[in-house]
């Protein structure tokens, strides 16, 4: 008997299969997505043009980055693309959390249906909508502007309904303990509903910056000069055809563009995860 009790104290446990599997896949998604950009960020670092012949020995170099700043006027096209996507990060904040305070709080005839058909938009691709866009900015006299690049993408219908979803979740006697104390609508809203929703706020500006600031198609339409170019519509300069096509120095250009994006995603990217883990459907 002891014999047996003690072979059996010994006796190694088998990993859970569940578990090996999980973190098998999980590490076989994280290389496929990281091989991309560890491919750029070392092409950009080989001299022009041999990036292609996958030879380690080559001495590392940083020749195409200065190449890339100055090849294009670069500090404009960045300071372009942070206008614009500051411009239209606050148009859906200002929109998104009014229809979604709307939403979340007010009984109104018709308010689902109305919910519903903002959510419609998720299913319409952005591309479809360039020629009815393309139109009305024209008509409005914001082509080649900012503010028409930005203008077709202020009525977010996932913001508004990530709000919606933050909001709902508030107690519902916060808001009554604001009413009593004298405070309008706009004041529960600014000091109740608003800072309860600042992880949710913050997640939705990562998204919408990161979306924004990638967006190429509609920019490289509605833009003609320089002078409003975002930093994509420049990118793409240094695959023309014409000028000769280096992946060394469009994976430069590539990482010069990305880089902002993944440094604010590293430092914020606790509350980004939290907050869409907070904002389920209620």
């Not at 890339?68 to 500090?75: E, F, L, M, R």
């Not at 994509?232 to 695959?239: A, E, I, Q, R, Y």
């Not at 902002?260 to 869409?276: D, E, G, S």
Request: aromatic content about 14%; charged content about 10%; glycine content about 6%.
């Amino acid at each position: 008997m002891k014999t047996d009790t003690v072979s059996a104290n010994t006796t190694l446990k088998l990993p859970d299969l569940d578990k090996v599997l999980d973190t098998l896949g999980a590490w076989v998604l994280a290389i496929v997505w990281i091989s991309p950009l560890l491919f750029a960020a070392w092409a950009a670092l080989q001299p022009s043009g041999t990036a292609l012949g996958l030879d380690f020995s080559n001495p590392l170099t940083f020749e195409n980055f200065v190449y890339v700043w100055g090849a294009v006027p670069w500090g404009g096209y960045f300071t372009n693309t942070v206008v614009l996507v500051t411009l239209i990060l606050a148009g859906q904040l200002v929109l998104c959390t009014l229809a979604g305070f709307a939403f979340a709080r007010f009984e109104f005839k018709g308010r689902d249906t109305v919910f519903i058909l903002i959510l419609l938009q998720l299913f319409i691709l952005p591309e479809v909508l360039i020629v009815e866009n393309y139109a009305i900015v024209s008509k409005l006299g914001l082509f080649d502007t900012a503010l028409g690049i930005g203008l077709p993408y202020m009525a977010s219908a996932f913001g508004i309904f990530l709000l919606r979803q933050a909001f709902k979740s508030v107690p519902i006697e916060l808001e009554e303990a604001a009413r009593i104390e004298g405070c309008s609508w706009m004041g529960v809203l600014w000091k109740v509903y608003v800072p309860a929703a600042k992880p949710v706020y913050l997640a939705y500006a990562l998204v919408s910056i990161a979306t924004h600031w990638n967006n190429f198609l509609w920019p490289l339409i509605v833009t003609n000069s320089p002078e409003t170019r975002p930093l994509t519509v420049g990118l793409s300069l240094f695959g023309a055809p014409e000028t000769g096509v280096d992946i060394s120095v469009i994976s430069a250009a590539t990482i010069m563009t990305i880089a902002p994006l993944l440094m604010a995603f590293l430092i914020f990217q606790r509350q980004f995860i939290q907050a869409f883990l907070r904002a389920g459907i209620r």
